[in-house]
């Protein structure tokens, strides 16, 4: 009998805004949709940080890897890169989901964007989760509300259905 030994296929990533709770011990409970896909992929390990000290960034380890090789290897963003995988890296670690479909995100990350114990919402954005605070997201409505029937009109003059 021969036996299967390929990956299983990753799962289309979830869409849609979707409200979780960071617990007391920095914990990020996932809906059952993003634990479905994160366990779909071959490689279990996130990389969990902010790029702009704003949103929190969950990153498929497949997908963050390619961020360090853009940073290292184009000239043209050096210094770009430089501060921003610093800061990448100061609030960012490694992680694994665990049985019950948590992450741990870092005390930095967690004081620097004010998560703690606190409601996030949770949405999939350019290869990963973006983790908003409550604040954070509400701001971001209020800006892609401003002059919506105006950016509707022009991505329908692009195709947009």
Same mark, same amino acid.
């Given at each position: 009998?021969?036996?299967?030994?390929?990956?299983?296929?990753?799962?289309?990533?979830?869409?849609?805004?979707?409200?979780?709770?960071?617990?007391?011990?920095?914990?990020?409970?996932?809906?059952?949709?993003?634990?479905?896909?994160?366990?779909?992929?071959?490689?279990?390990?996130?990389?969990?940080?902010?790029?702009?000290?704003?949103?929190?960034? $969950?990153?498929? $380890?497949?997908?963050?890897?390619?961020?360090?090789?853009?940073?290292?290897?184009?000239?043209?963003?050096?210094?770009?890169?430089?501060?921003?995988?610093?800061?990448?890296?100061?609030?960012?670690?490694?992680?694994?989901?665990?049985?019950?479909?948590? $992450?741990?995100?870092?005390?930095?990350?967690?004081?620097?964007?004010?998560?703690?114990?606190?409601?996030?919402?949770?949405?999939?954005?350019?290869?990963?989760?973006?983790?908003?605070?409550?604040?954070?997201?509400?701001?971001?409505?209020?800006?892609?509300?401003?002059?919506?029937?105006?950016?509707?009109?022009?991505?329908?003059?692009?195709?947009?259905?």
């Amino acid at each position: 009998m021969v036996e299967d030994t390929q990956s299983p296929v990753p799962l289309e990533p979830p869409r849609g805004a979707y409200p979780a709770r960071v617990d007391d011990k920095g914990r990020l409970k996932l809906p059952a949709n993003f634990q479905t896909y994160l366990e779909s992929l071959p490689e279990k390990k996130v990389f969990a940080t902010s790029l702009d000290m704003a949103i929190a960034r $969950i990153y498929p $380890i497949a997908v963050w890897r390619a961020n360090e090789n853009l940073y290292e290897n184009d000239s043209e963003i050096a210094d770009e890169a430089i501060d921003v995988l610093f800061i990448a890296n100061h609030l960012g670690s490694d992680v694994e989901m665990d049985g019950q479909g948590r $992450i741990l995100l870092s005390p930095e990350l967690r004081r620097t964007l004010k998560l703690e114990n606190q409601s996030v919402r949770l949405e999939f954005s350019r290869g990963a989760i973006d983790v908003y605070s409550e604040a954070e997201y509400q701001s971001r409505m209020q800006r892609a509300s401003q002059a919506l029937e105006e950016k509707l009109a022009k991505l329908r003059k692009k195709g947009m259905k």
